[in-house]
């Protein structure tokens, strides 16, 4: 029950992430939870093999190049779902970062 509970608070989050950026299209909530699903996936499985290959610039921007890697996972989702659309990589950035903030507000609430 609180695996469902999270995953509807993060298609909220993502929805309302969506919502407020005008570069980012989320055609419905359902879309919303399927796209919950792909980042979840992606961030288990590609995220940690970028981040094991992106070591040394990851150490020379003092981490912040884990930003650009969470707003990659945020674009091959978007190529990946057809009613997701995000216009450029900055939207992607914003978009990760948005969306980790809601997540955050909405995990610590549950908890």
Do not use: R
Request: glycine share 2%; proline share 3%; charged share 5%.
């Amino acid at each position: 029950m609180n695996f469902i509970i999270k995953l509807i608070l993060s298609a909220f989050s993502v929805f309302l992430t969506a919502y407020l950026l005008p570069g980012v299209k989320v055609e419905s909530f359902w879309v919303a939870i399927v796209i919950t699903i792909v980042l979840a996936l992606l961030n288990t499985f590609l995220k940690p093999l970028l981040i094991i290959l992106t070591i040394p610039a990851t150490i020379l921007t003092l981490g912040l190049f884990l930003f650009v890697i969470n707003a990659f996972m945020v674009w091959i989702a978007s190529k990946i779902i057809a009613d997701f659309h995000i216009n450029n990589f900055w939207w992607a950035l914003a978009f990760s970062i948005v969306l980790s903030v809601f997540t955050a507000f909405f995990e610590n609430t549950i908890n």
